[in-house]
């Protein structure tokens, strides 16, 4: 059985930075692909970033590149996001999620309980 818990969301200001983590229980965790996904209130999740079993390759969507940074940490079971210079668009609550097959594109097969990033105007 795989787990995800978030944690690091909370309310920053704009142009302020959190760092999300998520810690991966699990025997073959360190073989997971992983990514971070968002949604906001009315709106549909969407992608912002993943990171491939080795940390080698990592991809980031547009609307988060140059701000936002995907990491692992496989010797600790952990996945965090670097958010630098937030936007109140931003805001959404965030989850992190695991593939097992080691693909980046999904699909994930494992979701945390999510975590909320509110940045203030």
């Known amino acids: 059985q795989v787990q995800l818990v978030e944690s690091g969301g909370g309310l920053v200001q704009t142009g302020g930075s959190l760092r999300l983590s998520c810690a991966v229980s699990?025997?073959?965790?360190?073989?997971?692909?992983m990514g971070w996904f968002r949604q906001a209130p009315g709106k549909e999740r969407e992608f912002v970033a993943a990171?491939?079993?080795?940390?080698?390759?990592?991809i980031h969507a547009d609307s988060v590149k140059g701000r936002f940074t995907i990491s692992r940490d496989n010797a600790k079971n952990t996945v965090s996001l670097q958010m630098n210079s937030l936007k109140p668009e931003d805001t959404a609550v965030y989850y992190c999620?695991?593939?097992?097959?080691?693909?980046?594109?999904?699909?994930?097969?494992?979701w945390g309980q999510g975590t909320q990033v509110t940045v203030s105007s």
């Open positions: 999620a695991a593939q097992p097959k080691g693909s980046m594109v999904g699909p994930y097969t494992y």
């Open positions: 990171i491939s079993w080795s940390g080698g390759s990592t």
């Open positions: 699990g025997r073959t965790a360190s073989s997971y692909a």
